[in-house]
């Protein structure tokens, strides 16, 4: 089981926002940065953000990344359609297990 | 065109291994870390390691430590997960995801810009 929590879904109408939380602690989210990635369905996943809030080259400023804390926050304004798909965080993790860890997943619906 | 290519599907009886492959063409293939990511059906990603393609330098994660053995071919620039022991519980997409820090550096970046399609691991009697 992961150790960065995320709420399993969310949803919205097109053209309006959502936002994805990430909970972690001090040996991941805390100390380290944070990368989002989308997984479209019956895909590989996709880097949307990398280093808490930047964009790869071709991500729109659409999606757009924060953190304070132990939280990351993952924001889609403007949805489109083509935005359902699952989202992940991920980060470094400074505990033995592993030494990276991805959130639990978030479904975005678009109404 | 940069991309990371998977071998095909397989299917393997519990306690056998498997050894997948990820052909990267496009962009210089010793030049950046590369990590293995694996999704159970209809679960989340779940991290297993990197290997640095020049060096061949690994790193594991706990969870598969002693059963995953991550090797590559400079030669035909291709990196290779192998996992042996295999479970029904190892029945998953298994995908290769590059780092975009350079080998020569003294660790990976720790995000993924680039991977490939995955290969779908199979185990089952």
């Known amino acids: 089981q992961s150790v960065l929590t995320q709420p399993p879904s969310v949803s919205a109408a097109p053209g309006q926002k959502v936002t994805i939380s990430c909970s972690g602690s001090?040996?991941?989210?805390?100390?380290?940065?944070v990368s989002w990635y989308q997984q479209l369905p019956g895909t590989a996943p996709k880097l949307l953000i990398y280093?808490?809030?930047k964009r790869p080259s071709g991500i729109p400023d659409r999606f757009s990344g924060s953190k304070s804390g132990t939280s990351a926050t993952l924001g889609i304004t403007g949805l489109q359609t083509g935005d359902e798909a699952d989202y992940y965080c991920?980060?470094?993790?400074?505990?033995?297990?592993?030494?990276?860890?991805f959130g639990t997943g978030t479904k975005v619906t678009v109404l | 065109q940069v991309q990371l290519v998977h071998s095909g599907a397989e299917v393997k009886r519990p306690g056998a291994s498997v050894k997948v492959s990820c052909k990267a063409s496009?962009?210089?293939?010793?030049?950046?870390?590369m990590h293995w990511v694996r999704q159970a059906p209809g679960q989340g990603l779940e991290w297993m390691g990197w290997?640095?393609?020049?060096?061949?330098?690994?790193n594991y994660a706990q969870n598969f430590q002693g059963r995953v053995t991550l090797t590559r071919d400079t030669s035909i620039s291709t990196a290779y997960m192998e996992l042996s022991r295999l479970r029904s519980d190892d029945t998953a997409v298994y995908y290769c995801?590059?780092?975009?820090?350079?080998?020569?550096?003294?660790?990976?970046?720790?995000?993924?810009?680039?991977w490939g399609r995955g290969t779908l691991v199979t185990v089952s009697s």
């Open positions: 995801a590059r780092d975009p820090a350079y080998s020569y550096g003294p660790s990976p970046y720790w995000y993924f810009d680039l």
């Open positions: 496009g962009y210089t293939f010793t030049g950046y870390y």
């Open positions: 290997i640095n393609p020049d060096s061949g330098g690994t």
């Open positions: 001090s040996s991941n989210i805390g100390n380290n940065y």
């Open positions: 280093e808490n809030n």
């Open positions: 991920g980060t470094w993790e400074s505990s033995l297990s592993a030494l990276y860890v």
